[in-house]
């Protein structure tokens, strides 16, 4: 194995899989910048997943629903700033969707 190329501050964190509101514990280097309390009483990082083994259809059978467009609104609302600022580019964009 090469010396140098793999993270040196592995740490307890907790992984929280937000679509089942499911919790474990594991070892990481990822940042985070949010804590949360353990079982054991104890304050780790908390690293939010999207999906994860406990929640993927793969390993579950099951299908779910992602909120797909609830994420394009947040996106459109976050970025509707930029767009009112610069209304040339936002033309330009309309003009080459109507084109396609």
């Known amino acids: 194995m090469k010396k140098g190329i793999h993270p040196e501050e592995y740490r307890t964190v907790i992984f929280r899989d937000i679509s089942i509101e499911e919790s474990w514990l594991g070892k990481s280097s990822a940042n985070s910048k949010e804590t949360s309390a353990w079982e054991d009483g104890n304050e780790y990082p908390l690293i939010k997943v ?13 299908m779910k629903f992602v909120d797909t467009a609830g994420r394009i609104d947040k996106f459109k609302k976050k970025f509707a700033k930029f767009a009112a600022a610069n209304p040339v580019a936002s033309e330009e964009e309309e003009q080459e969707t109507k084109a396609e």
């Open 50 to 62: 999207e999906i994860s083994n406990r929640s993927h259809p793969f390993f579950t059978g099951k």
